[in-house]
């Protein structure tokens, strides 16, 4: 029987009581996604330079700890504080929480809110290890993952309701891991219900020279399919196509957002 385990969860609420004694144990790994868009946003700040970034549940949170940083001797040039609340910058705050807003930050510490993704964030907070997924650092989180031995990866959603881009993004994750695993191993994960059904989902996304990648999965490909989920039609309502576009760029980010301390994340 094989000692490889992997569980999905398609919203925090959904994770079983039992399952969240599992997170500390040794050889246990917690993966988040919000694909569109706090992991891919975080994934960004850090490839360009952040420091670290600092996540939390509410504005207020936010805006205390930037207040703490400044009396410790930082400066404001050094802080910046990014964040959304139903997809628009919060007011007062520097960034929203768009790819492109973070791409000269130059040892900065970032302190971000979302409306999803950082509270997905904080349901794993006892995780001994915890890692921020999306598209763009796939093929980084597999490294990552590869002496792992029971994964868990919890999908974001929106306001309480499964939305398909996190899906399709824990699918790519569940496929690429079990090929690698029979292909270095001979063994199989295990799967509870919800990773076999993201992983038949993503097998159905696209052909399968692409899925196993002897072809490349083409940015407009993938912007198409995400266009067509949940947090894709949100985001082309309030007028910010373009981030689904900057989300699309499959393993594009050779960086894995780990927490490092409390709320604290570096690359």
Partial sequence: ??????????????????????????????????????????TTALANGAESVETF???????????????????????????????????????GNSPREYRAMNGKRLLFTTTNG?????AAKNASTLLLASFINAAAVLRELQNANDIHIICAGTCGQFTEE?????????????RYHRLNTGERFAMN?????????????????????????????????????????NLIKLSLDRDIVDASHIDSANIVPRRHSENVFVS
């Avoid at 919203?11 to 969240?20: C, E, K």
């Avoid at 950082?118 to 904080?122: L, M, V, Y």
């Avoid at 989902?201 to 899925?211: D, S």
């Fill in 1 to 42: 029987m094989t000692s490889f385990q992997i569980s999905v969860y398609p919203l925090p609420s959904l994770i079983p009581s039992g399952m969240i004694e599992r997170f500390s144990q040794t050889g246990s790994a917690v993966v988040v996604i919000d694909q569109l868009r706090a992991t891919t946003t975080i």
């Fill in 57 to 95: 549940l509410e504005p207020a949170d936010a805006i205390r700890r930037k207040q703490q940083l400044l009396g410790g001797g930082f400066t404001v040039e050094q802080i910046v504080l990014g964040g959304e609340r139903g997809g628009v910058r919060i007011d007062g705050f520097d960034y």
């Fill in 118 to 122: 950082t509270r997905a964030i904080s």
């Fill in 166 to 178: 996190d899906l399709l993004t824990a699918g790519c994750l569940v496929e690429r891991l079990d």
């Fill in 193 to 233: 219900i919800q990773s076999q059904t993201v992983q038949e989902m993503w097998y159905k996304t696209f052909p399968l020279q692409q899925i196993i990648g002897e072809e490349k999965i083409d940015t407009e490909q993938l912007a198409k399919k995400l266009r067509a989920s949940c947090g894709g039609k």
